[in-house]
């Protein structure tokens, strides 16, 4: 994987959004592993670094709020945005209080996708480098004029900081 971009896993047991949003995220500067079930996005983040995870949540074998919950007790600092097309407000209440940054509905715009999953990211280096959210605006001031791609490639180099 790239050291340069967001490191994505999706998880979706429905192989043809599997490969369609992974070909859209990719375009987008991500290095995405796309697997097709909770238990492959369990190994998936065991194996290599996750940034983010995009977990759907009705899925045979471990659910989503399963897969999230999984994740989060392995890998704390990781954000998940939970996006299906099955949700209810108790099942999105349910995720939020197991740790998921972000609940979508399907189907979602891709830019508010995108805006979900860089939220998610600025979360992730902020409680992974334990930096106040004033001093990561400050930080991302310089790319705030820029594309979204931009302003991921700041937030990367900002994570990559030792």
């Avoid at 065991?46 to 659910?63: E, Q, T």
């Avoid at 704390?76 to 209440?93: F, P």
């Avoid at 509905?105 to 930096?131: G, H, S, T, Y």
Wanted: net charge negative; charged share 35%; glycine share 4%.
């Amino acid at each position: 994987m790239q050291n340069n971009k967001i490191n994505l896993l999706i998880v979706d047991d429905e192989v043809t959004f599997l490969d369609s949003i992974r070909k859209s995220l990719e375009a987008r500067d991500f290095n995405v592993i796309a697997v097709d079930r909770g238990e492959k996005a369990i190994e998936a983040a065991k194996k290599n670094p996750i940034d983010v995870a995009l977990v759907d949540l009705k899925m045979p074998g471990i659910n989503g709020e399963e897969t999230l919950k999984a994740l989060k007790a392995e890998h704390s600092w990781m954000e998940v945005v939970i996006l299906t097309g099955h949700g209810t407000i108790d099942s999105a209440v349910e995720c939020v209080r197991s740790g998921a940054f972000s609940y979508l509905q399907k189907p979602c715009d891709l830019n508010e996708l995108l805006e979900a999953l860089k939220e998610a990211f600025k979360k992730k280096v902020m409680n992974r480098r334990k930096i106040e959210e004033e001093k990561m605006d400050e930080l991302l001031k310089i790319a705030i004029s820029g594309s979204p791609r931009d302003i991921l490639r700041r937030l990367k180099e900002i994570d990559q900081v030792e």
